[in-house]
């Protein structure tokens, strides 16, 4: 059975008084166009637009997939998104008009360098140096 979790960035900082904001990964909680995330101990506010689903998959290093993660194969570019014409996670590789669907094995040449929040510079480049 595929672990359903999600990953949003922290509106407040997640521990009392410490002025630190952090991605947070647990069950997700939505009410009236906000959005937060049980950790497993408590639910942290989000930010909606940061919030993710996981893919189900790890990359080459076992780091687990999110959507609006980036990841290169070496040599390309590629944002996850969720395609709402097939119902399923993709590749979309940056410069190309491709998708590419998620396929067992598929992740194991893929290693995370960020996501479309952390690292919007990257949204834009095609291909790695």
Do not use: C
């Not at 997640?14 to 009410?31: D, I, K, Y």
């Not at 687990?64 to 119902?87: H, Q, R």
């Amino acid at each position: 059975m595929r672990n359903i979790k999600f990953r949003g960035f922290s509106k407040k900082e997640v521990v009392p008084f410490s002025q630190e904001r952090a991605w947070v990964v647990g069950n997700l909680l939505t009410e009236g166009g906000t959005a937060a995330i049980h950790n497993g101990k408590f639910p942290v506010e989000v930010v909606p637009e940061t919030v993710g689903q996981f893919t189900g998959l790890t990359d080459k290093n076992g780091k687990e997939i999110y959507e609006g993660d980036i990841a290169t194969d070496g040599e390309n570019i590629y944002t996850v998104e969720f395609s709402m014409w097939s119902y399923a996670f993709v590749w979309n590789k940056h410069g190309s008009q491709n998708n590419f669907h998620f396929e067992k094995g598929d992740n194991q040449e893929m290693e995370l360098v960020g996501n479309i929040y952390d690292n919007p510079e990257l949204r834009t480049k095609t291909k790695m140096k």
